[in-house]
């Protein structure tokens, strides 16, 4: 295992671990962390629609808000964002606009995935920024979160 990778998986930890903080809310367990250029976290976000009625608090903009509050800035362009689902188009539009330059997620989104299952908005050649992606990270523990949520199963930490 690289650096790199033993890495990801450290950060997925922590994804995880905003994913997990969703058993009370009802939010589909989907969590996000921010990392910067140092490997500190700067942002964290979970899913928050169902505890906040915002249609917009999805775990990455979640994240990516907290990591922007914390640089004074909306521009990332030195961080690396780590979620454990594939993010839908409205964060992929997010993750674009903030400039984020890395993305590392866990488990695909067959359904509205738009980083490689369903669309590729990061690396669409026709956009003026693309990002770097690390595709399928714990994905099984990603997933494993996802589908006892949806079975209405209690989830291990």
């Known amino acids: 295992m690289t650096a790199k990778s033993t890495a990801e998986e450290e950060?997925?930890?922590?994804?995880?671990?905003?994913a997990r903080a969703t058993e009370h809310t009802h939010d589909v367990p989907v969590?996000?962390?921010?990392?910067?250029?140092?490997?500190?976290?700067?942002g964290r976000g979970r899913n928050r629609?169902?505890?906040t009625g915002?249609?917009?608090a999805h775990a990455e903009v979640m994240?990516?808000?907290?990591?922007?509050?914390?640089?004074?800035?909306?521009?990332?362009d030195d961080v690396t964002l780590v979620v454990t689902l594939e993010p839908c188009a409205m964060c992929a539009g997010t993750i674009l606009a903030a400039r984020v330059?890395?993305?590392?997620?866990?488990?695909?989104?067959?359904k509205a995935g738009a980083v490689g299952s369903v669309y590729d908005l990061l690396r669409d050649r026709r956009?003026?920024?693309?990002?770097?992606?690390?595709?399928g990270i714990r994905s099984a523990?990603?997933?494993?979160?996802?589908?006892?949520?949806?079975r209405g199963s209690p989830t291990t930490p």
Do not use: K, Q, Y
């Open 11 to 18: 950060w997925m930890d922590l994804a995880l671990a905003e």
């Open 31 to 42: 969590g996000a962390v921010v990392i910067d250029e140092h490997g500190n976290v700067i």
């Open 49 to 51: 629609r169902e505890e």
């Open 54 to 56: 915002d249609p917009t």
């Open 63 to 76: 994240a990516l808000r907290d990591a922007a509050e914390h640089l004074g800035s909306w521009r990332l």
């Open 101 to 110: 330059p890395r993305l590392v997620f866990g488990a695909w989104d067959e």
């Open 127 to 135: 956009l003026p920024h693309r990002v770097e992606v690390s595709a």
């Open 141 to 150: 523990e990603c997933a494993e979160l996802l589908t006892a949520f949806f």
